[in-house]
C-alpha cells in the first residue's frame, strides 16, 4: 500500500530543471568536442549553457522541483564545465599552472563545502548564515552579486579562449586586451574584480568547510 503512495524516482528524473540539466550537459559535451575547430560556437554553446544554470533554478522554485538530485547535478555540472575550460586554458597559456592552481581550487572548495553542509545536517551548500564571514554571506545571500562574481568568471575565461592563439603569456594578453581601449579596459576590469571576488570567496569557502569538519571530528571525540 505504501508504495503505490510513494512519488515514483521516474518523476524527479524528468522535473523540468533536472531536464534543463541534462541539456546543459549535452551542450557542454558538444561545445568541447568543437573547441579548438570552431572557438566562437563552442563559446556561444558553452555561455547558453552557464545561463541555462540560472534557469534551472529559477524553474526549480517555479513549479516547486526542488531536488537534492537537481542541487548535485547542477553543481557537478558547473565545476566539470569549468574544469575543462581551465585545462584548455592552461595549454594555450603560460604559466600553465595558474589555470590549474584555480581548477584544484574551484573543486576543492565546493567538495569541501558540499560535504560539510551534509556533514552538519544542513539541506543547502548556500546556507551560510552562521559564517562570521561579511563577504562569504554576501555572496550567497545577494543573487545579484553571486550573479555578477559568476558571470564575470565564466566570460573572463571564455574571453581568454576567444583571445588565446598558441603559448601565449597570460600578462601579454591580458595588457594588450587593456589597452585597445578605455571602454575595453573598463570591462575587463570589470571581470577581473569579479573573478578575483570569486576566488576568493572559493578560499573562505574552503576555510570554512574544513573547520567545520575539524568541529565535527572534535565534537565526536568530545561525546564519545
Known sequence: MTSKTRPRTISVYLYIPNIIGYIRVLLNCYAFAICFTNKELFSILYFISFVCDALDGWFARKFNQVSTFGA?????????STACLLVILS???????????????????HWLQMYSTFLVGKSNHKDVKDSTSWLFKLYYGNRMFMGYCCVACEVLYITLFLLAKESEKL??????AGKQSIIYSALLALLLFGWATKQLVNIIQMKTAADLCVLYDLNNKHNA
Open 72 to 80: 548535485v547535478l547542477d553543481m557537478v555540472t558547473d565545476r566539470i
Open 91 to 109: 595549454q594555450v597559456y603560460r604559466p600553465n599552472f595558474v589555470f590549474l592552481s584555480l581548477l584544484a581550487l574551484d573543486i576543492a572548495s
Open 171 to 176: 600578462t601579454d594578453v591580458l595588457l594588450d
